[in-house]
């Protein structure tokens, strides 16, 4: 396959027109900071984001380039569908739940970051901890997305995925920092448009694809046997636990991330905090619809009538390229293109949240609150840019080794879930729980996660829960132990803080042993 020439044009249009635009936040940035804290500008944009804005980069944030891709792909699997496809309905959730529990007390209390609650309630030393899991998923899940969009690049325009990495990190992280979230959030807005267009307008991806010759009906498809299993998928009995487990973890393991609380806590006031989490939910649900019928469209589609030929591509491993393969073989090239631009837009939609997110956690917790308690306001500022370059540098790197790089951001996400999940609660609704019952609590869900095991990664499990099992000398985990492991973690930080509370009120613990 040669060069595509136009596509790389039109590529190199939409990245100089998202650039244009960051540097233009940028200059409004500067403009609208006048006798505003400069720090609170670049992470909360001065708590003055509108509600049009905040819905669409809250929106932008979770329809990512591994949420669009990963959608279609799993639809596509023979062995999953479509009832596995659970991101769209969980991602949602989330965002109803988050505006309705979380929003409130976060933003009335005008945090910063989700870090804030933690370190106010357990201290700086536990709040150091605690940064650690989010810190990894932030810049994981920055590698993981440039990891997809240079793959989808090398399958489209056939240049090397290392060089569609560089530039989009580059861009990344040339407009983040040059105006922190107002770039992130008008750039977003650009680039949900261009989403839309490119793939859920009715008259551009879908309908080329649906009415291909080499396709079949997907109506048909998605109940009987054709190329392959039905599309609409089937949950096992043996598998319910593990659905229910995956499930849980997506509604609930997506709250405490800086990347959701950052647009929150933008907003003009709780009311339109919560407004823009309940509308995000409803657009990021809605975002999934086109990724679905182009797994659909893959299922039912003859590869060997396309230029693509046999094997299919679940047979010859490419099943996580199944959508730039059906943008590339089943539409016209100019249309394939539009699909590439949706795909990148996507991707840096996401990619410059997680680096700014984990620049500003950095940046206000770490360093104003532990390293230099002293620091200027200019001095912070200048802190968060740097981590964003040696984060975002970081993540880069470990774009190129995609293999193993969606693993690792899935455990982390995971550790996220199992010890910050319920320390968000404890700190927000359950003000009596202190900081014995917190470390104990990080000490408790970080050893049952761990000793858990990860088949991704080849690391066996030591706790073996019910119904695991051993296939292809690989071990399963069926038993829900994500949400069993959270619940526990939470139920431990309750009970030791209440132990320790007991000890030191009834003198059974000397008071000078109190460290906390």
Not at 236 to 249: A, I, M, T, V
Not at 492 to 516: E, G, H, M
Request: charged fraction near 10%; glycine fraction near 8%; proline fraction near 5%.
């Amino acid at each position: 396959m040669a060069l595509n020439i136009p596509g790389l044009v039109s590529l190199s249009v939409f990245f100089m027109l998202t650039l244009a635009t960051g540097i233009w936040a940028s200059w409004k940035s500067k403009k609208d900071q006048q006798n505003r804290n400069p720090t609170e500008m670049a992470i909360v944009g001065g708590r003055n984001i509108n509600v049009f804005i905040g819905l669409f980069t809250a929106t932008a944030t979770w329809v990512g380039g591994a949420y669009i891709n990963g959608t279609a792909e799993i639809v596509y699997l023979p062995s999953k569908g479509l009832l596995w496809v659970q991101a769209p309905v969980g991602f949602a959730l989330s965002l109803v739940i988050g505006g309705y529990f979380f929003v409130n007390p976060m933003r009335s209390k005008n945090y910063v970051t989700v870090m804030d609650p933690l370190q106010e309630t357990y201290g700086n030393m536990m709040g150091s901890l605690l940064f650690i899991p989010p810190l990894l998923g932030e810049v994981f899940w920055f590698a993981a997305i440039l990891a997809s969009l240079g793959s989808t690049m090398r399958v489209i325009l056939d240049i090397g995925g290392s060089l569609a990495i560089i530039i989009s990190a580059c861009t990344v992280i040339l407009y983040t920092l040059l105006g922190g979230l107002y770039s992130v959030a008008y750039t977003d807005v650009i680039q949900l448009v261009f989403i839309t267009l490119s793939l859920a307008s009715p008259w551009v991806c879908i309908p080329f694809a649906l009415m291909n010759s080499a396709t079949g009906s997907i109506y048909y498809t998605a109940t009987h046997q054709s190329y392959q299993d039905p599309w609409i998928g089937k949950i096992e009995k043996q598998y319910l636990g593990r659905w229910l487990d995956d499930f849980f973890y997506l509604v609930l393991g997506s709250i405490p991330w800086q990347t959701y609380f950052q647009r929150v806590l933008s907003a003009a006031s709780p009311g339109q905090a919560r407004l823009i989490s309940y509308l995000s939910g409803l657009g990021c649900f809605s975002m999934a619809i086109p990724s679905v019928l182009i797994g659909a469209v893959a299922a039912s589609t003859d590869w060997n009538q396309t230029s693509y030929g046999l094997p299919t591509p679940f047979e010859r491993g490419e099943s996580a390229m199944i959508l730039p393969l059906v943008l590339h073989y089943l539409c016209p090239a100019y249309i394939s293109i539009a699909g590439l631009g949706a795909i990148a837009a996507a991707t840096m939609s996401s990619a410059d949240s997680a680096l700014l997110s984990a620049g500003s956690m950095f940046a206000h917790n770490i360093y104003r609150k532990i390293l230099r308690k002293k620091a200027t306001e200019m001095e912070v500022l200048w802190a968060m840019r740097t981590s964003m370059v040696v984060f975002g540098a970081g993540a880069a790197g470990l774009a190129f080794y995609s293999s193993s790089i969606y693993d690792l951001w899935f455990l982390s996400g995971e550790l996220v879930y199992a010890l910050l999940f319920p320390q968000l609660c404890c700190a927000l609704f359950v003000p009596s729980t202190n900081t014995y019952g917190s470390a104990a609590g990080f000490l408790v869900g970080l050893l049952l996660r761990l000793l858990a095991g990860e088949p991704a990664l080849s690391i066996p499990p030591v706790i073996c829960y019910p119904a695991c099992s051993l296939v292809n000398r690989t071990y399963s985990q069926l038993f829900p132990f994500k949400i069993f492991t959270m619940l526990l973690t939470l139920g431990t930080i309750v009970a030791v803080s209440y132990l320790a509370a007991v000890l030191f009120k009834r003198n059974l613990l000397p008071r000078r042993w109190d460290v906390c």
